[in-house]
């Protein structure tokens, strides 16, 4: 996925049209607005928003996606934002507990043994926790 | 109907495993060929992973399509983001050949293939799709007839529509299909299609979460629903949780929230209490026993027209 294509971001800054069926943009009174995310993405100053809340606040909810000509969506400037943002440190602490637990276990929670038993459902099915380390393994070791 | 899998994913295992219960009740109930398999992860949730690290995301997502791939099954899934995810990047790696040779690369040190040959479906459009009305119709022993139940669809149901292809994603009616089915109203309403905002919860930003919860429970007070409907652990979350926390500070809303598979169970017969409800956090006994009485009376109703049409059979003296 092409995430900060400027080619289309460009096209974006002229339309605008996801904001008007945004959820964010619609209903969170301190005012989510990719657009103005975009446009400094354009002037090139886009640093200020790594560490502010707004780049968190894209459900995504994929309508703006739905909408969008270009098969782009506000959410995927969103998205490469967060990830500039999280390889600076600067992701929200939940984000980055939940991510650690992924890594460690490759999920974000186990069965609950005891509550199982007691409404009677069956042993859960194995993880694949090991093989997901394998991967793992090799998948950091060709990134570098 | 071909075998599958049902993909449980994290959140209903972990925080709720009646959801399980009543899901393997109805797939059970309708007796439909599923087995569970080793070996998955999570999905893994996109919104974590896909944020911090794209190639991750799809290697793990690709990793668990490809267990489908050697076991030959379908997936389907009673957690809505799950779906969305693995469907998402399935189609990514259909469009990539690139992409999808490198993922390969490394999923065959650990003797597999991403083909990724199976259906991936949520349980809803499965239903809705692959089991069809009339044999829900069949099963119905106790249908919603003069209740009024409102869906919320939940965004990954339907969206991506590049991915998911199983309905409309502005406009779907799967659901809403299903549960007028089972007797009931399928409640119109203005924020019907308006994302949970439980995503809000997971970014360290309750408050907001809070504010899209309030924006439906509000709106469904004001219409006096008898429950909200739907198909996701996490919507599930967003709506009786952080409904239950509201109303311990004083806001009441008083909306049941229902999973599909309750009410399917529910209307083939099931006992509520067996299909987990009594692990609600906001309570449903005024819904069920609205049911209950409407129940009877539909009973009576229908032990009358039985004795109307017997009594034209009946032989004159
Ligand atoms: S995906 Fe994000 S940016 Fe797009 S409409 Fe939904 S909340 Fe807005
Ligand atoms: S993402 Fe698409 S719909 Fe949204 S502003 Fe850009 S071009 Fe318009």
Not at chain 1, 17 to 46: F, M
Not at chain 1, 61 to 71: D, G, T, W
Not at chain 1, 90 to 109: E, H, N, P
Request: hydrophobic share 40%; with cysteine.
């Amino acid at each position: 996925m092409e995430s900060l294509n400027l080619k289309l971001l460009e096209v974006c800054s002229k339309c605008g049209a996801c904001y008007h069926i945004c959820p964010s943009c619609l209903n969170l009174d301190e005012g989510y607005d990719p657009r103005a995310v975009i446009k400094d993405i354009l002037a090139g100053q886009y640093e200020k928003w790594l560490s502010h809340k707004s780049i968190w606040q894209c459900l995504e909810c994929h309508h703006c996606l739905e909408i969008c000509f270009q098969h782009y969506g506000f959410e995927n400037a969103m998205a490469a934002m967060r990830t500039l943002a999280s390889k600076k440190g600067l992701a929200t602490t939940q984000v980055k507990r939940g991510w650690d637990m992924f890594i460690k276990t490759s999920k974000l929670g186990e069965p609950a043994a005891p509550a199982r038993k007691k409404l009677g459902l069956p042993e859960a099915a194995k993880s694949g926790a090991e093989d997901f380390k394998k991967i793992l393994k090799i998948y950091q070791e060709r990134k570098v | 109907m071909k075998d599958f899998t049902v993909f449980w994913g994290c959140t209903i295992q972990t925080r709720f495993p009646f959801l399980e219960k009543s899901t393997r009740m109805v797939l059970d109930g309708f007796n439909l060929p599923y087995r569970d398999i080793d070996g998955f992860t999570c999905c893994p949730e996109k919104s974590l992973v896909n944020n911090i690290d794209h190639g991750l995301w799809v290697l793990t997502a690709a990793r668990n399509v490809a267990l489908l791939d050697k076991a030959g099954v379908d997936l389907v899934s009673p957690c809505t983001g799950c779906v969305s995810n693995l469907a998402t990047v399935n189609s990514e790696l259909h469009l990539d050949n690139k992409e999808k040779n490198k993922v390969n690369s490394i999923l065959n040190e650990i003797g597999l293939e991403f083909k990724g040959k199976n259906k991936l479906r949520h349980l809803v459009p499965f239903f809705h799709d692959e089991v069809g009305i009339p044999a829900i119709k069949n099963k119905l022993i106790k249908p919603f007839n003069g209740m009024r139940i409102a869906i919320h669809y939940g965004c990954h149901m339907i969206r991506p529509s590049h991915a998911l292809k199983n309905d409309d994603p502005l406009d779907p009616k799967k659901f809403d299909n299903l549960i007028r089915a089972m007797g009931a109203e399928s409640v119109q309403y203005m924020t019907k299609l308006l994302c949970c905002g439980q995503g809000l919860d997971r970014v360290d930003q309750h408050e907001n979460a809070l504010h899209f919860a309030r924006l439906k429970l509000k709106e469904l007070k004001a219409l006096k629903v008898d429950a909200m409907a739907l198909c996701c652990p996490s919507c599930y979350l967003q709506f009786d949780n952080n409904q239950f926390l509201m109303e311990k500070e004083g806001e009441k809303f008083g909306i049941p929230i229902l999973y599909f598979t309750e009410l399917l169970g529910m209307a083939m017969g099931y006992r509520p209490e067996d299909l987990g409800l009594d692990s609600h956090r906001i309570e449903a006994t005024d819904f069920l026993e609205k049911w209950q009485r409407l129940n009877g009376e539909l009973a009576k109703t229908t032990e009358l027209n039985r004795q109307l049409e017997e009594g034209f059979g009946i032989a004159q003296p």
